[in-house]
């Protein structure tokens, strides 16, 4: 059944729902990795040159679960995708212990013209897709002018990980070494089977301890749980590595003032005691940013080979929407949405 999508200039518009399924998604969204890096840094240059609405995120937070958290990312993006939305995704660690994922999340689309919701996605591969693709994109940017590492080190072991190194793979990224470190025994072994049943030639360490990581790898990858910081201790960057800090709590604001800083949304990176916050809170002022990367992208920003050099991306909402969209456009055009029938009822005003 195709579904019909509400529109602003139809006398009589018949909104349909569809869901889409984590499966569905992974389909469309596996092996296309280069595909979905190029959509991504477009859609990050429609929010930087101001084509897309982008509100602080939601954080609902429970005084018996303090270590759980939902988050509500609203979003407006425009360009091919013209689609506003909402993501909400959830984290909860102690699912891990029980067998299940940390995060889980879905995605609502809805029309630009009419505001009615179309579809609901399984989010969690898309949230993990854009993440994964900007950290790739980022890789890529920040590399040049300071030398392509060879060297990189996974902190935190779990999806957000797999994506990454995924990513980097799918986009010419090769290693001598990869480093993993967690601080689950289980977790870095796992994750250490995942890539040499991925067909990873380099040799894989797992380090026993964070400065080992950090120390050997001239790309870090931070992808942890971390609430507040962690690591602090300047020194253990003395080789000016490049510092993928995904998870965005690990770093003391010691290291941060240490290093050229560049993030995806200044407003947006410096809120809810992320390590740039915390930066801030400490210095009173921004100076420590060295830009954004679309300042990098466009070329207003060089960065400099002479301190570590972290990229803190806060993840924004309509890089979920843009991805969420080219899925969703996909399962239509191959006439395998699941639409639901009447799910909208009340549909006139006076019944």
């Known amino acids: 059944m195709n579904p019909v999508r509400p529109t602003a200039t139809e006398s009589s518009p018949v909104p349909s729902f569809a869901v889409i399924s984590g499966a569905q998604v992974r389909h469309v969204l596996q092996g296309r990795e280069k595909q979905i890096v190029e959509l991504v840094e477009d859609s990050y240059r429609l929010h930087s040159a101001g084509d897309s609405v982008n509100p602080p995120s939601y954080f609902l937070r429970f005084p018996d679960r303090p270590c759980s958290r939902i988050i509500a990312l609203p979003a407006s993006i425009g360009g091919r995708a013209g689609v506003d939305g909402l993501k909400w995704i959830s984290s909860f660690p102690e699912n891990v212990a029980a067998g299940l994922p940390r995060a889980s999340a879905v995605l609502i689309l809805n029309d630009h013209d009419t505001g009615y919701p179309f579809a609901c996605l399984e989010g969690s591969i898309i949230s993990a897709t854009r993440t994964a693709a900007?950290?790739?994109?980022?890789?890529?940017?920040?590399?040049?002018?300071?030398?392509?590492?060879?060297?990189?080190?996974?902190?935190?072991?779990?999806?957000?990980?797999?994506?990454?190194?995924?990513?980097?793979?799918?986009?010419?990224?090769?290693?001598?070494?990869i480093g993993v470190h967690d601080l689950s025994a289980d977790s870095a072994a796992g994750f250490r089977s995942h890539l040499e049943r991925s067909g990873a030639t380099s040799r894989i360490t797992v380090h026993p301890d964070?400065?080992?990581?950090?120390?050997?790898?001239?790309?870090?990858?931070?992808?942890?749980?971390?609430?507040?910081?962690?690591?602090?201790?300047?020194?253990?960057?003395?080789?000016?590595?490049?510092?993928?800090?995904?998870?965005?709590r690990d770093l003391a604001p010691e290291i941060v003032l240490a290093s050229a800083n560049i993030v995806d949304d200044v407003d947006h990176c410096l809120k809810a005691d992320t390590s740039p916050h915390l930066a801030e809170q400490l210095t009173g002022n921004r100076d420590f940013l060295h830009g954004t990367l679309d300042d990098v992208m466009a070329g207003r920003v060089a960065t400099p080979a002479d301190r570590p050099l972290?990229?803190?991306?806060?993840?924004?909402?309509?890089?979920?929407?843009?991805?969420?969209?080219?899925?969703?456009?996909?399962?239509?055009?191959?006439?395998?949405?699941?639409?639901?029938?009447?799910?909208?009822h009340e549909l006139r005003r006076y019944g």
Do not use: M
């Open 310 to 344: 972290v990229f803190s991306p806060f993840g924004l909402g309509v890089l979920d929407l843009a991805v969420g969209k080219h899925v969703y456009d996909e399962v239509h055009r191959c006439g395998e949405l699941h639409v639901v029938d009447d799910f909208f």
């Open 134 to 177: 900007l950290a790739a994109s980022a890789a890529d940017w920040l590399s040049r002018g300071r030398g392509r590492p060879t060297r990189v080190g996974f902190f935190g072991t779990g999806l957000i990980a797999r994506y990454i190194h995924t990513y980097l793979a799918a986009t010419g990224w090769s290693f001598d070494e």
């Open 210 to 248: 964070a400065e080992q990581l950090i120390r050997a790898s001239d790309l870090v990858v931070f992808a942890t749980i971390a609430g507040r910081p962690h690591v602090g201790d300047p020194s253990w960057f003395d080789h000016n590595p490049l510092v993928l800090h995904v998870s965005l």
